[in-house]
């Protein structure tokens, strides 16, 4: 069974401008949950996705915002990109509420 | 306010000995715990997990102890190997209300295994 997989994996952004990010989940995920990893702040929750419905969201500014489809792929957007928005986007998979998730290898974005 | 905290930032083990790593959490609605292995430009790695009725559980040479009144949790690596080398996570998540998805994280240990 073929991963998380997610898209691209590296991107580098300069300020102001926008970026959209892919994830796949796992086929019969129908959960995906993006996490963004910097060494200051850790691992941190961004919104979480389940029949194309955002049922949960962390504590990130409007900037950043996501959809699922249909087939279970989502994508987050970040707008007006800022040199703090650096980081690395996890996009995760489960297969309902509340069970283990599993990652994907993430998008490295920089911002200049 | 960070709700979970690995107070080890690194851990260093001769191989073939025990590795033990610790977490402590705050928030009382955490019930269902993670342990995730990550190397360096890789996704996080499901390890094992357990749930808030259970004090323990294993799965091959990983142990996952907790301890609810102490709001603590360890994962044993029992024999510790080289490739065993990467950063272990501790995550929690509240299985009730409205916390879909959400998984609260620790900061992370550096676990070194020594051959």
């Known amino acids: 069974k073929a991963g998380v997989t997610q898209t691209p994996r590296y991107l580098i952004k300069t300020r102001g401008q926008q970026v959209t990010l892919s994830c796949s989940p796992i086929?019969?995920?129908?959960?995906v949950s993006w996490y963004q990893q910097t060494p200051g702040q850790g691992l941190q929750f961004l919104f979480e996705?389940?029949?194309?419905?955002?049922?949960n969201k962390g504590n990130f500014p409007g900037r950043f915002s996501g959809r699922q489809f249909s087939n279970s792929r989502s994508e987050m957007n970040v707008s007006t990109l800022e040199l703090g928005d650096s980081a690395l986007y996890l996009c995760a998979s489960s297969l309902g509420d509340y069970n283990e998730q599993f990652f994907g290898p993430g998008t490295r974005l920089t911002v200049l | 306010d960070q709700q979970v905290k690995q107070n080890s930032p690194s851990l260093s083990v001769q191989e073939g000995r025990i590795s033990i790593l610790n977490c402590d959490y705050t928030n009382s609605m955490f019930d269902y715990f993670l342990w995730y292995k990550k190397y360096p430009a890789e996704g996080p790695t499901f390890l094992i997990s357990i749930s808030s009725i259970k004090d323990k559980n294993e799965d091959g040479r990983f142990t996952v102890f907790l301890n609810k009144s102490a709001k603590h949790l360890s994962l044993h690596i029992v024999p510790s190997q080289p490739g065993d080398s990467a950063v272990y996570f501790c995550a929690a998540s509240a299985t009730s209300g409205t916390s879909y998805g959400k998984l609260t994280f620790g900061q992370g240990t550096i676990l070194t295994v020594h051959p």
């Open positions: 086929s019969g995920h129908r959960s």
């Open positions: 996705y389940f029949s194309e419905t955002q049922r």
